[in-house]
């Protein structure tokens, strides 16, 4: 079993940013394809951004050209950098792995954005 702990979320005003951390209780590779979701009050769950086993990244259109994702194996991290929040991008952020064919999902974060 592979437990993933998300922080970073938070309250911030738009046009701000926030940097999303997910940890992997094991080691991660590059092989496996990692994203982060978001879910919004009343909307089913999206993916906003994903990094393939082969590196290629991939985004969601709405947040292209704003967030990054990126990993660190080493420290067996997945990281989203947000920028130029807005008011739509309020949700619960998950992060998503897939280890070895099981996928595994963190708690959830709430990023809220508003003034």
């Known amino acids: 079993q592979v437990q993933l702990v998300e922080s970073g979320g938070g309250l911030v005003q738009p046009g701000g940013s926030l940097r999303l951390s997910c940890t992997a209780s094991r080691s991660i590779y590059s092989i496996n394809p990692v994203g982060w979701y978001r879910q919004a009050p009343g909307k089913e769950r999206e993916l906003v951004a994903g990094?393939?086993?082969?590196?290629?990244?991939n985004y969601a259109d709405c947040v292209k050209g704003r967030f990054t994702i990126s990993r660190d194996n080493g420290k067996r991290t997945v990281y989203l950098q947000m920028n130029s929040l807005k008011p739509e991008d309020t949700a619960v952020y998950y992060c998503n792995m897939d280890i070895w064919g099981q996928r595994y999902w963190g708690q959830g974060t709430q990023v809220t954005v508003s003034s």
């Open positions: 990094i393939a086993d082969g590196g290629r990244t």
